[in-house]
């Protein structure tokens, strides 16, 4: 059975960048390196809100997947905020629901204690996993597009 909990940076630090070396070599639309992903992750522990909103799924007492949000404040001053993908092992996270379940917690985190309405995500087309667990929770694509340049 899979439990959702909250992270606790003094006991599952070790278990997360085991998570986040795996998320990184098979399953993240983003390079990074541990350094500085705890550099980060450092960061949102002595913010209260961040702290309190990042979420670990257990299964069997053991860490099976991890997720956050991040907020931020457009130039019109309205506060947005993106859920990240959710950090788990390929293996681990084949239809046992655990992106839906970690999603489904934040998103009860930011409505509650944010009072916001509407959440971001990222999502290649490609990631037709991601896409399906997006379907199940009424994620629908956005009429804004995020464009890049390298420079």
Same mark, same amino acid.
């Given at each position: $059975?899979?439990? %959702? #909990? ?24 983003? !390079? ?6 705890? +550099? ?13 909103? $990042? ?5 069997? @007492?053991?860490?099976? @997947?991890?997720?956050t949000? +991040? ?18 092992? &390929?293996d681990?996270? !084949? ?5 839906? $379940?970690? %999603?489904?917690? %934040?998103?009860?985190?930011? &409505? ?5 309405? &509407?959440?971001?995500? !990222?999502?290649?087309?490609? #990631?037709?996993? /991601?896409r399906?667990v997006? $379907? &199940? /929770? @009424?994620?629908?694509?956005?009429k804004? !597009?995020?464009?890049?340049? #390298?420079?």
């Amino acid at each position: $059975m899979i439990v %959702i #909990d909250r992270f606790d940076p003094r006991l599952d630090r070790e278990a997360l960048k085991e998570i986040f070396e795996d998320f990184i070599n098979n399953k993240s639309y983003f !390079f990074s390196h541990w350094k500085k992903f705890e +550099t980060e992750l450092n960061k949102r522990v002595l913010d209260l809100q961040y702290r309190n909103s $990042m979420v670990v799924a257990k299964e069997n @007492g053991r860490i099976v @997947g991890w997720g956050t949000y +991040t907020v931020f404040r457009d130039y019109l001053g309205n506060d947005r905020a993106i859920i990240h993908q959710v950090l788990s092992k &390929k293996d681990d996270s !084949f239809k046992k629901g655990i992106e839906e $379940m970690i %999603i489904k917690e %934040i998103q009860l985190y930011i &409505k509650k204690t944010l009072k916001l309405d &509407k959440v971001y995500f !990222f999502c290649p087309d490609e #990631d037709g996993a /991601l896409r399906s667990v997006f $379907m &199940k /929770l @009424g994620v629908k694509k956005s009429k804004y !597009f995020i464009y890049e340049k #390298d420079i």
